[in-house]
Structure formats: C-alpha cells, structure tokens
C-alpha cells in the first residue's frame, strides 16, 4: 500500500511538472506608441514544454471591445526576446516596513529580522544587476505609502537609503497594503519593460479597522484588491508578489499577480528570498516582446487576447488596457466621439510632422493640440534641461487658457537629470491618459488634459545622454 503510495505521488508530481512547464501570460502592454503609431508593445511570457522553442507562426493577437467577441490585428510588425532587446527593465521595490517585519526572525537565525533579510536581498539584487540603463526604485508601506527613491540608474545611492528604514511607531506598523499597490502602480513609471516587486510578511491590515479610528491620509475608506487589480491593469504593468515568511498570506495577493501577468513566490530562509529576486529578473529577460499595429476599436478600454496553438500546445492569455482618449473626460463620451477623436489626432499629427519637416526640430518637445481648432497643431514647445511652465500667464512658456479652480500656473514639466526623465508636477489634478495625477513621469505618447487643453508628450528613441560610472550599493 504504501509503495503505491509513493508511485501514486511521484506520478503526480510529473503531471503538476509538465503541466506547469506550460504556461502564457500577459505582463506589460505599453500604449506609448498608439497615439502617433498605432502600435502597441506588448510583452508576455511564453513557457512551453521540454524546452520546445517559441515561434512565431503559431501565435495569434486578437482585440475585443467587451472581451467577448474579439478580433484578429491586421499586422505582427514585431517579436523578439526580450533577452536580446538593448531595452532597459525597470524594478519598483516595495517593501512591508509594518511592526512584524522586526518582530519576527528568519527561522534559525534568531540574530537577523525579517526586516533584515529583506534589506540584505535588495542590496544583492541591485548589485547584480549590470545593464547600466537598467532602473530601480523603492518604496515601504505600512500605515502609511511612503517613495524612497523613484526609478532610477544612480543604483549606489540605494545603499544608504535601505540602511536608514528604521521601525515605524505602533501607528505607523499596519499593514495597508491594498491601498500601497495602487500608489506603487502609478509611482513605478518609467521606459522599457517595468514592473513591481511587492514583499510582505503578512495580509491586509487596515489602519481604520483594527485601529478603531480614522485613517490619517484615508479617513474611514477601505482599499479592495480588485482597486489595486483595476491601477496595475490602467498603467500595463504586472505585479510580482514575495510572500515572506511562515505567517498567513494575503488571500487576493495571489489573485492581483495573475490577473496583471505577474508571478507569487513563498520565501521563508534568507537564501530563498535571495533566488526569488533573481528568479523575477530572469523571468523578465526570458519574455518575449510583441509588436502589433491595434485595431480601432471605438472604446478607451479595450481588451487584447494572444493565442500560441502548436500541436499538443494550446495556450491563451487575455488582459484589459486602455487606449486612453484625447478629449474624453471622467465621464462616457458619445457614440461618435471615438471616430471624432481619431481625426482630429491624424490632424495633429499631419500639422506636427509638417512642421518638424519646416522647422527642423528635434528633441523632448510637448505637443499642443487645439481642441477648438478641430484638431490643428497650436504650438510646439520644446523642453530644455529645467523648468516648463504651463500656465495662464504670459510668463508661462506653454500658455493656455485660466481657469479659476487652478490659477495661472496649471502644472510644471521638470527635468529630473539624474534619471533622464520629464515629470509632469501639479497641486491641482491634471489628467494623465484620461487619469487624475498630481505626479507623474511622462512617457512618449502620453496624453495630457489640462482643463480641456490637451497635448502629448514627445521623445526620441534614444535620447543623448551623459556618460555616467555607476558604483555598486
């Protein structure tokens, strides 16, 4: 009996093996060039069995406007490993720093805190990463959401970050960790192929609840897991999720990884949570870039879905993303609104290449788009190294209309030198893809609405950048 037991088991275990070896899932889609390309990049991860290799005659891209009935793109322009992309990763840290990540100790070390632990597995993962346009950023939570260091080349300068986290107050030591994805999801923007990396001991634990009194910054609202699965899924990103010790697990924690095409790991000894980092850079390098040309589905959100059927292989992925609109506000806009928007873009983009072909501009540059002048081009601004002012002052280096509810300075465009980025900074909200931001960093194809006013954020390629020799943390 016992015998076949263990044949039982062991037959089993093959099956679970096999099983897992195959697998499709959807980790990024990147809207940046479907304004002015059409194109969207999408990047999934495709692990089929023995090591059976990927190709690209068996798969198939379909969009749907209600993820229902869905139709085949016109054009694969693209597909290529990630591997071999010259393309930056991007990795956003966010860390639990609630009472429990000090009070516990990894098992058979009692001299070293889970706190500990974790910090140490950072610092290794940000020293072995060796592609210098690769980014890090890092972020803790506890009651509260707080950024250390939003994503960047400058990797040493973690170092003293992580060595300053210190244990928070008993009110500051709960863990909000709904609430803290949401805020990552929007912090954690950057080029190329990102991700979160989450790393937490424990479930929920909201502040209102087991305090008794209202939040600090939420007052008496509760985050869910499906608000935290809805802002990963508008900003095309994936969550990848470390559970750390032996306590109970987030039950939905599981759930917001597989719905974002990310992965959940289990980590217990210092050792284990060393190989998970690793593991997560590798499965990001092992993923492949797709790009296609997207339909033109009348809708912001739109729903894509990739099929890879090859003899015994029959595997699917579907994800939401959304396509943004240039006048649409936080309401449904009207039926023919979609078709308006399209040409009034292919105007804005017509009076933009012509007169980038007059004037001979290059560079970073905003792009102002008139709404009342169906769609003609306004003005250019190309962004220098400091400050552009947008506003309703003449002083303001992009002016447009005021309006009493934000004054004449809407919003400043800021040049972050250290991370070759522009950051989009406002007291009052502006919309960011059809999103309320105060902050954001801006990507190519970015569509901004200032009270009605609307723009895109342009960037080569490839931009010039300083030459710069990175230390290690």
């Known amino acids: 009996m016992m015998r076949r037991t263990l044949i039982l088991l062991a037959l089993c275990g093959a099956l679970t093996g096999n099983l897992s070896a195959q697998r499709l899932a959807i980790g990024q889609i990147d809207t940046g060039r479907l304004l002015f390309g059409q194109r969207v990049d999408l990047y999934a991860s495709i692990d089929l069995p023995e090591g059976r290799p990927v190709s690209l005659e068996h798969l198939r891209v379909y969009e749907s406007a209600d993820g229902r009935i869905y139709h085949e793109v016109d054009a694969l322009l693209d597909f290529v490993p990630v591997r071999n992309l010259d393309a930056p990763l991007s990795f956003y840290m966010l860390v639990d720093n609630s009472g429990s990540m000090y009070d516990e100790h990894v098992p058979g070390r009692p001299d070293l805190r889970r706190i500990d632990a974790a910090r140490q597995a950072i610092?290794?993962?940000?020293?072995?990463?060796?592609?210098?346009r690769d980014r890090v950023g890092l972020a803790l939570f506890g009651t509260r959401y707080r950024q250390l260091a939003a994503p960047g080349r400058d990797k040493a300068r973690l170092g003293p970050i992580l060595d300053a986290i210190?244990?928070?107050?008993?009110?500051?030591?709960y863990t909000e960790l709904y609430a803290a994805l949401i805020r990552a999801a929007s912090d954690a923007a950057a080029v190329g192929r990102r991700t979160v990396i989450v790393l937490s001991d424990g479930e929920n634990y909201p502040y209102s609840i087991y305090e008794g009194e209202?939040?600090?910054?939420?007052?008496?609202?509760?985050?869910?897991?499906?608000?935290?699965?809805?802002?990963?899924q508008r900003e095309g990103l994936s969550l990848f999720a470390v559970h750390y010790g032996d306590d109970e697990e987030?039950?939905?924690?599981?759930?917001?990884?597989?719905?974002?095409?990310?992965?959940?790991y289990r980590a217990i000894t210092t050792e284990e949570l060393a190989r998970v980092y690793q593991d997560i850079r590798s499965a990001l390098l092992d993923e492949y870039r797709l790009t296609y040309r997207a339909t033109m589905i009348p809708?912001?959100?739109?729903?894509?879905?990739?099929?890879?059927?090859?003899?015994?292989?029959?595997?699917r992925a579907e994800r939401p993303y959304f396509a943004g609109t240039l006048f649409a506000g936080p309401d449904e806009a009207p039926p023919f609104a979609p078709i308006v928007v399209f040409l009034v873009g292919l105007a804005g983009l017509a009076?933009?290449?012509?007169?980038?072909?007059?004037?001979?501009?290059?560079?970073?540059?905003?792009?102002?788009?008139?709404?009342?002048?169906?769609?003609?081009?306004?003005?250019?601004?190309?962004?220098?190294?400091?400050?552009?002012?947008?506003?309703?002052?003449?002083?303001?280096?992009?002016?447009?209309?005021?309006?009493p509810a934000v004054g004449e300075r809407h919003a400043v465009v800021r040049y972050e030198p250290k991370r070759a980025e522009y950051t989009i900074v406002s007291?009052?909200?502006?919309?960011?893809?059809?999103?309320?931001?105060?902050?954001?960093?801006?990507?190519?194809?970015?569509?901004?609405?200032?009270?009605?006013?609307v723009f895109a954020f342009d960037e080569p390629d490839e931009p010039d950048e300083p030459d710069r020799t990175e230390s290690q943390t």
């Open 250 to 264: 987030d039950p939905y924690l599981g759930r917001i990884a597989e719905e974002t095409g990310g992965r959940v």
């Open 427 to 453: 007291d009052t909200p502006v919309r960011v893809n059809n999103k309320p931001v105060t902050r954001r960093i801006l990507k190519p194809g970015d569509v901004i609405n200032i009270e009605g006013t």
């Open 166 to 173: 210190e244990r928070p107050p008993r009110a500051e030591g």
């Open 351 to 403: 009076a933009l290449l012509a007169i980038v072909i007059r004037a001979g501009q290059t560079g970073t540059s905003l792009v102002l788009l008139d709404a009342g002048g169906a769609g003609s081009l306004s003005k250019t601004v190309v962004l220098g190294d400091g400050d552009t002012v947008i506003g309703a002052s003449p002083e303001a280096d992009l002016t447009i209309s005021g309006s």
């Open 214 to 232: 209202p939040h600090p910054e939420y007052g008496d609202r509760l985050f869910t897991y499906t608000e935290a699965i809805d802002a990963f």
């Open 123 to 132: 610092r290794d993962f940000v020293n072995s990463i060796t592609h210098e």
């Open 299 to 315: 809708t912001e959100r739109r729903y894509v879905r990739v099929d890879y059927r090859d003899a015994d292989v029959d595997l």
